[in-house]
């Protein structure tokens, strides 16, 4: 498992929901956020999370609302990874992709249930901007609440990609052994649950951070999920 900067990693909170829950990638509720401290070093400012165009118009984002170490930047790097990769720290509320020389790029993430229930090395296999998001039945039998947002699509019963979608502007898809591990990277409709534990969902991103990383990572980019028992 990587290795990373001692001097930028951070206390998390403690994991719960060990078992992997459906992969709707939904949140119903949130955790109270973890307060870690400001990382010692930055190699870069603090970026724009301002309005974007798009498909659909993504809104700025205030900055405020979350703790400032959960927003993107450039941080010390010392682990094994080759540049390219992402590596997913769930327990810290952190994903890295890896850069040159010794650095990579930190983003703040929200974790669900499927975050802690899965670890191991996976690709993307996929990527979509606006994705549709398709529920399984067991969680609309188990949400009936969520029954009035689905509609027919292409591939089954579910919520188009747009302004109102889950998945936010952005998702990327995580394969094992040719096989869907049903965990996916994605944007969020909440991006102040950002840094914490939600009930249900996959890893989150701001949409701004999404988009960055997508833009980044070509489909098979090598992904390590940090699992609990992992040392960083």
């Known amino acids: 498992m990587p290795s990373i900067d001692r001097r930028v990693l951070l206390s998390g909170l403690s994991m ?15 955790a109270s956020a973890p307060e870690p401290a400001l990382p ?19 809104a700025a984002f205030d900055t405020s609302s979350i703790n400032p170490v959960y927003l993107r930047r450039q941080v010390p790097y010392d ?53 549709d998001w398709y529920p399984p039945a067991e969680m609309i039998a188990r949400r009936p609440d969520i029954k009035p947002q689905l509609t027919k699509l292409q591939s089954g019963i579910g919520v188009p990609g747009g302004l109102a979608n889950p998945l936010g502007a952005r998702a990327m898809y995580l394969w094992q052994n040719n096989k869907d591990t049903l965990y996916r990277i ?16 996959c890893i989150r991103m701001i949409n701004q951070d999404a988009m960055d990383l997508y833009n980044r990572v070509p489909v098979g980019t090598k ?4 699992g609990s028992g992992a040392q960083v």
């Open 40 to 58: 010692a070093m930055s190699f870069a400012p603090t970026p724009s999370y301002g309005a974007a165009q798009d498909r659909f118009p993504v």
């Open 186 to 201: 994605h944007g969020t409709l909440e991006p102040k649950t950002i840094g914490t534990n939600v009930s249900s969902g």
């Open 223 to 226: 992904v390590v999920v940090l």
């Open 79 to 131: 682990g094994k990874q080759a540049p390219g990769t992402i590596v997913i720290d769930p327990k810290n509320h952190f994903l890295y992709l890896v850069q040159p020389g010794g650095t990579a790029i930190r983003y703040g993430v929200g974790v669900g249930k499927e975050g802690f229930g899965w670890s191991g090395t996976a690709t993307i296999n996929s990527k979509q901007e606006w994705p």
């Open 16 to 30: 719960a929901g060990l078992s992997l829950a459906l992969a709707g990638c939904k949140s119903t509720q949130t």
